[in-house]
């Protein structure tokens, strides 16, 4: 990577990007699934109101540095019906409670920029290419919340590769919420992250 201004950088949604198939087809992660998706399935995922992906570039747009795939979600949990003074809607005198959120499917970056250190990003804390690329996309989250659709909670599926790194930017394993299907999941270990922390990670 040539010296760049951070100010070059920004995450585009991929089906308003103008990005040619051909930067798009060079993206590779090192995953063939997770390469695969953004080569393949994307933008009709996000044509059919599935998920939507956005994608890392500079300003030129030749070269995807980065992409994430996030789609609505939901954290449910029991609380007693007494609190909300309400009606029981269980056996045991719950009512199913839930608490907005987005999920992030995906997270990937280019190979080459894996495990490396960004010198020429972060010169003084030097931080990994990993890191900075993904703390960007949870502030964009994070703006997000607050002027398109409000989400109190950030949630993922962490494999055994990026679980150091989600747990690195305040993730945390979480067992009080009721955990729902996928099956991509499968080994992953759901993690949660709320605005209040990610606040906190971002800006403090």
Same mark, same amino acid.
């Given at each position: ?15 308003? @990007? ?17 390469? +695969? ?6 933008? =009709?995922?996000?044509?059919? @109101? ?11 747009? @030749? ?27 269980? +056996? +045991?005198? #719950? ?14 970056? +280019? ?47 962490? #494999? ?8 690195? #930017? ?29 606040? =906190?990670?971002?800006?403090?």
């Amino acid at each position: 990577m040539n010296e760049k201004d951070v100010s070059e950088f920004e995450y585009v949604e991929l089906n308003k @990007s103008g990005i040619s198939d051909e930067v798009i087809n060079n993206f590779d992660c090192g995953n063939q699934d997770m390469s +695969d998706y953004l080569h393949l399935q994307a933008k =009709t995922d996000a044509a059919q @109101s599935k998920c939507v992906t956005y994608v890392l570039v500079d300003s030129t747009k @030749s070269r995807i540095y980065a992409y994430s795939t996030i789609s609505s979600y939901a954290m449910y949990y029991y609380e007693l019906a007494d609190k909300f003074h309400t009606k029981p809607m269980t +056996d +045991d005198g #719950n009512v199913l409670v839930t608490i907005p959120a987005v999920e992030i499917k995906m997270f990937a970056i +280019d190979k080459a920029l894996r495990k490396q250190v960004a010198y020429i990003l972060d010169p003084i804390r030097k931080r990994h290419f990993s890191t900075i690329f993904f703390q960007w996309f949870i502030e964009k989250l994070y703006y997000m919340s607050m002027s398109v659709i409000g989400f109190q909670i950030i949630f993922l599926r962490a #494999n055994d590769e990026g679980f150091n790194l989600y747990s690195r #930017n305040g993730f945390i394993e979480y067992n009080e919420y009721i955990d729902t299907y996928d099956t991509k999941a499968e080994g992953c270990i759901p993690m949660i992250e709320t605005m209040y922390d990610a606040e =906190t990670v971002l800006f403090l």
